[in-house]
């Protein structure tokens, strides 16, 4: 697949959408299929026991400009999102925090994972019944939940798709999600590729601090 080279401005404003100021939805165009505790449960059963993963991920901001990359997941908390060699950011969970790193403007952002919408995919514990609902995919083969917290509209909303997949942990293969924050900007997360509970060290989620009086530090 070819991917568009865009400007740095464009790249930094797809990456942030990541971060906790963020809504997500997925608009999938079919018929409704019901809503029940079980899909729910089978959601909350894939992220126990998927303790890792590994992705190739492609990210497609509103204007339909794509970056590629390598997503890296060990629960709980930690993630990492490595752009292709053109792009000078990095986004990384370390267990408590999500920061995003923009290594060419020296600049480095962070929150607590939980405030951030990936909250809902890096914490296996949280109780999806009290955030998330069903969104219609109008396929038995496809799992559309969208999960967020009402009482904080400032944490976000993210909707994650699924593949029914009996092999995989769970019997569900995440194929990615969607965000739109508050001013509108759509960005979608295409994973392929996925390897679940490979092992993954915790230097995966280190980073180098760009900024000068703190460099050399990982966070």
Request: charged fraction near 20%; aromatic fraction near 6%.
């Amino acid at each position: 697949m070819t991917l568009k080279i865009v400007r740095p401005t464009l790249t930094r404003a797809a990456a942030w959408t990541l971060a906790p100021l963020a809504a997500a939805g997925l608009a999938l165009g079919v018929p409704a299929i019901a809503q029940t505790s079980n899909t729910l449960a089978a959601v909350q059963a894939h992220l126990r026991s998927t303790g890792s993963m590994t992705a190739d991920f492609v990210q497609t901001d509103r204007n339909n400009q794509r970056l590629s990359g390598k997503l890296t997941l060990k629960r709980p908390g930690k993630i990492r999102f490595q752009y292709q060699k053109d792009v000078p950011m990095l986004i990384v969970g370390d267990g408590s925090r999500l920061t995003v790193i923009d290594y060419e403007v020296k600049q480095v952002q962070s929150w607590p994972v939980k405030n951030s919408p990936l909250g809902a995919l890096l914490d296996p514990d949280r109780d999806l019944s009290r955030y998330a609902k069903i969104v219609p995919t109008g396929s038995p083969s496809v799992l559309s939940v969208e999960v967020k917290d009402p009482k904080r509209p400032e944490y976000g909303t993210i909707t994650m798709v699924f593949v029914r997949e009996a092999a995989a942990p769970g019997g569900l293969r995440l194929r990615g999600w969607v965000a739109l924050d508050s001013q509108n900007n759509r960005t979608r997360i295409d994973l392929s590729n996925q390897k679940f509970n490979v092992a993954v060290a915790d230097s995966a989620f280190r980073w180098t601090d760009p900024r000068p009086k703190q460099r050399g530090r990982s966070g």
